[in-house]
C-alpha cells in the first residue's frame, strides 16, 4: 500500500506564506501524478493543484492561481506545495494524493491531511 | 467548467437496505473520466469507483456504479455499518477537477 504522509501545516496570519511537504517513501515517485485537495471545515473537497509525474505538466485551481506553487523532488519522493498571501478562505485541512501514471486520473491514493489555519 | 450536483444531500437508511446516489454533470462527459470516494468523519477519502464503473483495489462487490453522458449513480446494495460516511463524485477529464458537493448516507 503506497503511504502519503503530509506535513507543514500550522496557523499563520492573513498575508503570510506557508510551505507543504508529501512525503510518499518506497516508491519510483516520479512514476505517480499528484495533486493536492483541500477541505475547508465542515466542507467538501475542492482540487488546488496537480502535477505530472517528471514535473513538466502543473495546473491550479482559479481560487489559488497565482499564490500557490506545486512542485517536487523526485530524487527526495517528496511533493511541495507553497503558500503565499494566504486568505483566511484558505483555511482547511490539506490532502496530498497520488495515483501511478498519467496527469489525468483519479486520486487512488491519500495522505491523512495536515491542517492550514490562516487566523489573525 | 464542469460542475458536478449530487442529489441527495442526505440519504437517511437502516442497515441492510439500498442507497443510490446521483451525480448530475453540466455538460456531458467521457464516464471514463468519472470517479466516486467515500470519506469518514475525520478521516481522508477513499477511492471506491473510478471509471464510472470499475471498483478500485480492496473495494466489496456491494458497490457498483454506473452512468454515461451527464448522469451517474453510485449504488450501495446493501448497506454495512461501516458505510455510513460522506460519498463525493469527481470528475477528472479535465482540469479544474471538480467533486460534487456530497451526499451524506446516515442511519435512520
Known amino acids: 500500500e503506497v503511504q502519503l504522509l503530509e506535513s507543514g501545516g500550522g496557523l499563520v496570519q492573513p498575508g503570510g506564506s506557508l510551505r507543504l511537504s508529501c512525503v510518499v517513501p518506497?516508491?519510483?515517485?516520479?512514476?505517480?501524478?499528484m495533486s493536492w485537495v483541500r477541505q475547508a471545515p465542515g466542507k467538501g473537497l475542492e482540487w488546488v493543484s496537480g502535477?505530472?509525474?517528471?514535473?513538466?505538466?502543473?495546473d491550479y485551481a482559479a481560487s489559488v492561481k497565482g499564490r500557490f506553487t506545486i512542485s517536487r523532488d523526485n530524487s527526495k519522493n517528496t511533493l511541495y506545495l507553497q503558500m503565499n498571501s494566504l486568505r483566511v478562505d484558505d483555511t482547511a485541512v490539506y490532502y496530498c494524493?497520488?495515483?501511478?501514471?498519467?496527469?489525468?486520473?483519479?486520486?487512488?491514493?491519500w495522505g491523512e491531511g495536515t491542517l492550514v489555519t490562516v487566523s489573525s | 467548467d464542469i460542475v458536478l450536483t449530487q442529489s441527495p444531500g442526505t440519504l437517511s437508511l437502516s442497515p441492510g437496505e439500498r442507497a443510490t446516489l446521483s451525480c448530475r454533470a453540466s455538460?456531458?462527459?467521457?464516464?471514463?473520466?468519472l470517479a466516486w470516494y467515500q470519506q469518514k468523519p475525520g478521516q481522508a477519502p477513499r477511492l471506491l469507483i473510478y471509471?464510472?464503473?470499475h471498483r478500485a483495489t480492496g473495494i466489496p462487490d456491494r458497490f457498483s456504479g454506473s452512468g454515461s453522458g451527464t448522469d451517474y449513480t453510485l449504488t450501495i446494495s446493501r448497506l454495512e455499518p461501516e458505510d455510513f460516511a460522506v460519498y463525493y463524485c469527481?470528475?477528472?477529464?479535465?482540469?479544474?477537477?471538480?467533486f460534487g458537493q456530497g451526499t451524506k448516507v446516515e442511519i435512520k
Open positions: 494524493a497520488g495515483r501511478f501514471g498519467d496527469f489525468l486520473g483519479s486520486f487512488d491514493f
Open positions: 455538460q456531458s462527459f467521457s464516464s471514463s473520466v
Open positions: 502535477i505530472s509525474g517528471s514535473g513538466a505538466i502543473t
Open positions: 518506497g516508491v519510483i515517485f516520479s512514476g505517480y501524478a
Open positions: 469527481q470528475q477528472y477529464g479535465s482540469t479544474p477537477w471538480r
Open positions: 471509471g464510472a464503473s
